[in-house]
């Protein structure tokens, strides 16, 4: 049975960092692709950042670029999302999500198939 956590949510200020962490259990690390995801009240789930089971390949938001680092520990199973330089529209419950499928240039919802339940980020202005 695969279950995926995640941690590392919390309230932070306007230009703060906060880490994300995610661990996966019952499936091969890096046998998938791994993403992290939000939704935002009222808005759709959206892709932030997600990384090929080789762990070369990354995708990044254009919203996120060179403030989200995205990263895994594969002997861990351990995902992570390095969020610096955080803004009020960042607020967000992020997940995150595993897929056997990899479309470069795409972090996609529909495409992963085993979700965590969420951790809240609130960035406060």
């Known amino acids: 049975q695969v279950q995926v956590v995640e941690s590392g949510g919390g309230l932070v200020q306007a230009g703060g960092s906060l880490r994300l962490s995610c661990t996966a259990s019952g499936l091969t690390f890096d046998d998938y692709a791994m993403g992290w995801f939000r939704q935002a009240p009222g808005k759709e789930r959206e892709g932030v950042s997600c990384?090929?089971?080789?762990?070369?390949?990354?995708y990044y938001a254009d919203s996120v670029k060179g403030r989200f680092t995205i990263s895994r520990d594969v002997a861990k199973n351990t995902l992570y999302l390095q969020m610096n330089s955080l803004k009020p529209e960042d607020t967000a419950m992020y997940y995150c999500?595993?897929?056997?499928?990899?479309?470069?240039?795409?972090?996609?919802?529909?495409?992963?198939?085993?979700w965590g339940q969420g951790t809240q980020v609130t960035v406060s202005s």
């Open positions: 990384i090929h089971w080789s762990g070369v390949s990354t």
């Open positions: 999500a595993a897929s056997t499928l990899w479309r470069r240039g795409w972090c996609l919802p529909g495409d992963y198939n085993y």
